[in-house]
């Protein structure tokens, strides 16, 4: 057994302990760190820890990243020490802590039931070894045993562009926003430039006025493959000219996601449509073509001028030739081109160099940008623009250990009076790299430094995003007030600069975090509009989690018809992804939609191949929604024993970040189950890890739950004072938030037991609060026919009756309700 700090690691028993305390981990963080341990005599390279963590070659070095960022915070080996795994730049890790060998037995063995309830004990509960078999049998998928991380994955920072990894506080799954999804939707960015603001507006052209911004189309060419990255290059360099004399431009990381699909010749409702997303007044579209080693780019306005405006630029190099272009278009739009500073040979060679790897990157083209960044000479990569670009290379890459040692190292090197708005931004992509490695420290440290500089300058788009980064940790942080605050100066901010994008974020952010305060009135509309703002923008993932959001409001609100009509939508953002774990993700929230309607058989279908293909990958991320959405689905097709199998799985997901809704029903449908089987001494261990969950948590939903839990098995063992007690304070409990969802689950078990003690007059006041809900939700209907049905009030008890058998679809009531009382 190795001992090291405040752990003992067993190889013999693969069990990891924390001061006397089981640490559940997934098997691939157990192996990566055994295996770190065991080498630790020299430095192990990422080929060989990928082939000894995955059996394989053909593995991304972005997962093993994921990965040992994973373990580093398992083991406390988080921020800028690495005490324990140190990086090996351009090579690997190496385990770097000090080892003790001890004695096999030395260690004191708790079980998970007997041992202190911390988040990961809680998390597997007594159900770490859960069988697997009842979903795998039901669906036929490969019988997997399923690893159980103990920490969240790391991922990138800023506010709400939901793709990269998602995160944050009432999460399902990755397609649920929540808290530190306010960073992913932020972090996620479609393209590079969206997380780094690669843009052709650096600072925001003198009293620009958003409205009245030209854009530039990514330009077309009459070129060889080689040239490819010209359209995005000369676009950017044209930008910079327009800007550079004053003329407001919609930034590039804007174009490129508005523009994604239009067509070589756009007719003028698709022009239309592109000035409503970004806010420009004028378009303008340029070619370039090369005769005789001598270059031509043309640019006209085909939008916002008439008539419209046209000129030429020819030189020897593309570049050149577009610069002249955009200069002289700058002086028909009103405007006096900025001086050109005399640059030497190097220095213009260093331009070229950085536009054709920054339009590459941007591209999604990062082996190809690698290779023009390693034609600089030594000279060029001193410049602070060379270091920037090549640490935006490593994060896009997911190379988070190079890029914050580049960036770290640049931040150090550019002053704060000489180069306030380049240190800014090298802080802001720093702050990417600090929430990649789940360092909010490092990250609200980076956004003070990057407003302090941007404040007061001419800089909206810097100082957007480190306001969006410090809105960030306030979400994380639940601090809901300060990420309002900092989320409405961001969104100013991006407005100055003529950054729709930005603002369309910064607007996902707010809505979100409404959501997670349950202020559904306020959220559900602005989630309509954040998620219509990123449609135009063609940011599928962005708008696939707010999709899912405005689900899980409706549910919440015990409406499922009205998620019923996202449906068609989800299923057509899934047919968009490139993603497999997001697909999947997307069809486990349309098959939660219809099981809620009552839709089992296309739910299963929906579920089996998601089910599989999820649990296939073993993407951690992904775990906890595939095993709810199960277990709901056994649930509602009467499979008692697969939707308890289920739900423990759930359980020992990682749920760090899950909030309290969709745990507390995981934990309800395993404690009802062991009632149902009369498994009474089995039902404290669920109460009590429930109980330690609620308090963690501590917010009204989570204790409400857990009291109803009290109630429930209060009821089961005969506790008659114990349970009306546990009830009451259920009902209150529910009552602080007013979320349908809450109060319709704590009513129905509270009246159905009243019921069941033949105090109907008190159940009838309970069932009478939640009536208004019968007439869209399945419970809410059960409920009524329950109470009419032990009133004996026939002609209400029919109709009632003929109210849920509309609601409840391919679901079974039970015979008990049918029979006429």
């Given at each position: 057994?190795?001992?090291?700090?405040?752990?003992?690691?067993?190889?013999?028993?693969?069990?990891?302990?924390?001061?006397?305390?089981?640490?559940?981990?997934?098997?691939?963080?157990?192996?990566?760190?055994?295996?770190?341990?065991?080498?630790?005599?020299?430095?192990?390279?990422?080929?060989?820890?990928?082939?000894?963590?995955?059996?394989?070659?053909?593995?991304?070095?972005?997962?093993?990243?994921?990965?040992?960022?994973?373990?580093?915070?398992?083991?406390?080996?988080?921020?800028?020490?690495?005490?324990?795994?140190?990086?090996?730049?351009?090579?690997?890790?190496?385990?770097?802590?000090?080892?003790?060998?001890?004695?096999?037995?030395?260690?004191?063995?708790?079980?998970?039931?007997?041992?202190?309830?911390?988040?990961?004990?809680?998390?597997?509960?007594?159900?770490?070894?859960?069988?697997?078999?009842?979903?795998?049998?039901?669906?036929?998928?490969?019988?997997?045993?399923?690893?159980?991380?103990?920490?969240?994955?790391?991922?990138?920072?800023?506010?709400?562009?939901?793709?990269?990894?998602?995160?944050?506080?009432?999460?399902?799954?990755?397609?649920?926003?929540?808290?530190?999804?306010?960073?992913?939707?932020?972090?996620?960015?479609?393209?590079?430039?969206?997380?780094?603001?690669?843009?052709?507006?650096?600072?925001?052209?003198?009293?620009?006025?958003?409205?009245?911004?030209?854009?530039?189309?990514?330009?077309?060419?009459?070129?060889?493959?080689?040239?490819?990255?010209?359209?995005?290059?000369?676009?950017?360099?044209?930008?910079?000219?327009?800007?550079?004399?004053?003329?407001?431009?919609?930034?590039?990381?804007?174009?490129?996601?508005?523009?994604?699909?239009?067509?070589?010749?756009?007719?003028?409702?698709?022009?239309?449509?592109?000035?409503?997303?970004?806010?420009?007044?004028?378009?303008?579209?340029?070619?370039?073509?090369?005769?005789?080693?001598?270059?031509?780019?043309?640019?006209?306005?085909?939008?916002?001028?008439?008539?419209?405006?046209?000129?030429?630029?020819?030189?020897?190099?593309?570049?050149?030739?577009?610069?002249?272009?955009?200069?002289?278009?700058?002086?028909?739009?009103?405007?006096?081109?900025?001086?050109?500073?005399?640059?030497?040979?190097?220095?213009?060679?260093?331009?070229?160099?950085?536009?054709?790897?920054?339009?590459?990157?941007?591209?999604?083209?990062?082996?190809?940008?690698?290779?023009?960044?390693?034609?600089?000479?030594?000279?060029?990569?001193?410049?602070?623009?060379?270091?920037?670009?090549?640490?935006?290379?490593?994060?896009?890459?997911?190379?988070?250990?190079?890029?914050?040692?580049?960036?770290?190292?640049?931040?150090?090197?550019?002053?704060?009076?000489?180069?306030?708005?380049?240190?800014?931004?090298?802080?802001?992509?720093?702050?990417?790299?600090?929430?990649?490695?789940?360092?909010?420290?490092?990250?609200?440290?980076?956004?003070?430094?990057?407003?302090?500089?941007?404040?007061?300058?001419?800089?909206?788009?810097?100082?957007?995003?480190?306001?969006?980064?410090?809105?960030?940790?306030?979400?994380?942080?639940?601090?809901?007030?300060?990420?309002?605050?900092?989320?409405?100066?961001?969104?100013?901010?991006?407005?100055?600069?003529?950054?729709?994008?930005?603002?369309?974020?910064?607007?996902?952010?707010?809505?979100?975090?409404?959501?997670?305060?349950?202020?559904?009135?306020?959220?559900?509309?602005?989630?309509?509009?954040?998620?219509?703002?990123?449609?135009?923008?063609?940011?599928?993932?962005?708008?696939?989690?707010?999709?899912?959001?405005?689900?899980?409001?409706?549910?919440?609100?015990?409406?499922?018809?009205?998620?019923?009509?996202?449906?068609?939508?989800?299923?057509?953002?899934?047919?968009?992804?490139?993603?497999?774990?997001?697909?999947?993700?997307?069809?486990?929230?349309?098959?939660?939609?219809?099981?809620?309607?009552?839709?089992?058989?296309?739910?299963?279908?929906?579920?089996?191949?998601?089910?599989?293909?999820?649990?296939?990958?073993?993407?951690?991320?992904?775990?906890?929604?595939?095993?709810?959405?199960?277990?709901?689905?056994?649930?509602?097709?009467?499979?008692?024993?697969?939707?308890?199998?289920?739900?423990?799985?759930?359980?020992?997901?990682?749920?760090?970040?899950?909030?309290?809704?969709?745990?507390?029903?995981?934990?309800?449908?395993?404690?009802?189950?062991?009632?149902?089987?009369?498994?009474?001494?089995?039902?404290?261990?669920?109460?009590?890890?429930?109980?330690?969950?609620?308090?963690?948590?501590?917010?009204?939903?989570?204790?409400?739950?857990?009291?109803?839990?009290?109630?429930?098995?209060?009821?089961?063992?005969?506790?008659?004072?114990?349970?009306?007690?546990?009830?009451?304070?259920?009902?209150?409990?529910?009552?602080?938030?007013?979320?349908?969802?809450?109060?319709?689950?704590?009513?129905s078990s509270y009246a159905s037991w009243l019921m069941g003690e033949g105090d109907l007059d008190r159940a009838g006041r309970i069932v009478g609060r939640v009536a208004g809900w019968?007439?869209?939700?399945?419970?809410?209907?059960?409920?009524?026919?329950?109470?009419?049905?032990?009133?004996?009030?026939?002609?209400?008890?029919?109709?009632?009756?003929?109210?849920?058998?509309?609601?409840?679809?391919?679901?079974?009531?039970?015979?008990?309700?049918?029979?006429?009382?």
């Open positions: 057994m190795y001992q090291f700090e405040r752990f003992r690691l067993s190889r013999e028993t693969r069990e990891l302990w924390r001061e006397g305390e089981r640490v559940v981990v997934s098997s691939r963080v157990f192996d990566c760190l055994l295996w770190l341990i065991e080498h630790r005599d020299r430095a192990v390279g990422r080929d060989e820890l990928i082939g000894a963590i995955w059996g394989k070659a053909d593995v991304a070095d972005n997962l093993l990243a994921q990965l040992v960022v994973r373990v580093r915070r398992v083991i406390s080996d988080t921020g800028d020490q690495q005490r324990m795994i140190r990086t090996v730049a351009g090579f690997g890790y190496r385990w770097v802590g000090a080892i003790e060998l001890v004695a096999t037995g030395a260690h004191e063995s708790v079980g998970a039931e007997a041992a202190p309830v911390d988040q990961d004990t809680m998390r597997a509960d007594e159900s770490s070894g859960v069988a697997r078999e009842s979903a795998a049998a039901i669906f036929a998928v490969p019988q997997v045993e399923l690893s159980v991380p103990s920490a969240a994955p790391a991922q990138p920072a800023s506010t709400v562009e939901v793709a990269r990894r998602a995160h944050a506080s009432s999460r399902r799954w990755t397609m649920r926003a929540t808290v530190g999804m306010l960073v992913c939707i932020v972090a996620a960015w479609v393209v590079l430039g969206e997380r780094f603001g690669v843009s052709s507006s650096k600072t925001a052209a003198p009293n620009a006025v958003p409205t009245t911004a030209a854009m530039v189309l990514p330009v077309a060419l009459d070129a060889g493959p080689d040239d490819s990255w010209m359209r995005l290059g000369l676009m950017s360099v044209i930008g910079e000219r327009l800007h550079d004399a004053g003329q407001a431009v919609v930034p590039v990381d804007n174009v490129v996601a508005a523009s994604r699909d239009l067509a070589a010749a756009p007719a003028a409702s698709e022009l239309d449509e592109l000035a409503r997303t970004t806010g420009a007044a004028v378009i303008l579209q340029a070619r370039a073509n090369q005769a005789g080693g001598h270059w031509a780019v043309s640019l006209r306005t085909i939008r916002g001028r008439e008539p419209g405006l046209s000129v030429d630029g020819s030189a020897d190099d593309a570049l050149t030739a577009a610069r002249i272009a955009g200069d002289r278009m700058a002086v028909l739009l009103g405007f006096s081109p900025a001086a050109q500073t005399g640059r030497s040979a190097s220095e213009r060679e260093l331009a070229v160099l950085l536009k054709q790897a920054e339009a590459l990157t941007l591209s999604g083209r990062s082996a190809a940008a690698r290779v023009v960044l390693q034609g600089a000479t030594a000279e060029q990569r001193k410049s602070p623009e060379f270091r920037y670009q090549a640490a935006v290379l490593e994060f896009s890459t997911d190379h988070f250990d190079q890029a914050q040692t580049a960036l770290e190292s640049l931040v150090q090197d550019l002053s704060p009076e000489g180069s306030p708005v380049m240190r800014a931004r090298a802080l802001n992509a720093l702050g990417s790299v600090f929430y990649t490695q789940g360092d909010k420290a490092g990250l609200i440290r980076v956004s003070n430094a990057a407003i302090a500089l941007t404040s007061n300058r001419n800089a909206p788009e810097e100082l957007g995003r480190a306001l969006e980064g410090r809105a960030t940790v306030a979400g994380l942080k639940r601090d809901w007030d300060a990420a309002l605050a900092d989320f409405a100066q961001a969104r100013i901010a991006f407005e100055i600069a003529g950054d729709r994008l930005g603002a369309a974020r910064i607007d996902a952010g707010i809505a979100i975090t409404q959501s997670l305060r349950d202020r559904f009135s306020v959220a559900l509309p602005m989630l309509e509009t954040a998620a219509a703002q990123m449609a135009a923008f063609h940011s599928v993932g962005v708008e696939a989690i707010l999709r899912a959001d405005q689900v899980a409001i409706w549910l919440a609100l015990a409406n499922p018809k009205a998620a019923l009509r996202i449906e068609t939508r989800l299923h057509e953002l899934a047919a968009q992804t490139a993603s497999p774990g997001q697909r999947n993700s997307l069809d486990l929230t349309r098959a939660e939609i219809l099981i809620a309607n009552g839709q089992l058989g296309a739910a299963g279908l929906l579920l089996q191949p998601a089910y599989a293909e999820t649990l296939k990958a073993g993407d951690e991320a992904y775990l906890f929604g595939m095993h709810y959405v199960a277990a709901l689905y056994a649930l509602n097709t009467g499979n008692r024993a697969m939707a308890e199998q289920e739900a423990g799985a759930a359980l020992a997901s990682r749920m760090d970040d899950a909030g309290a809704r969709d745990p507390a029903r995981m934990w309800l449908i395993r404690l009802r189950a062991r009632i149902a089987d009369e498994q009474i001494a089995a039902l404290d261990p669920i109460v009590a890890a429930m109980e330690v969950w609620a308090a963690k948590d501590d917010t009204p939903v989570a204790r409400a739950y857990a009291a109803l839990a009290v109630a429930e098995r209060a009821v089961a063992v005969g506790d008659h004072a114990a349970a009306e007690s546990a009830y009451e304070q259920a009902t209150q409990l529910a009552g602080e938030r007013e979320v349908p969802a809450d109060t319709l689950a704590v009513a019968a007439d869209d939700d399945y419970e809410a209907a059960l409920l009524q026919v329950r109470f009419y049905h032990a009133l004996k009030q026939q002609a209400a008890w029919k109709s009632a009756l003929d109210n849920a058998r509309r609601l409840a679809g391919e679901r079974v009531i039970s015979a008990d309700l049918l029979t006429p009382p």
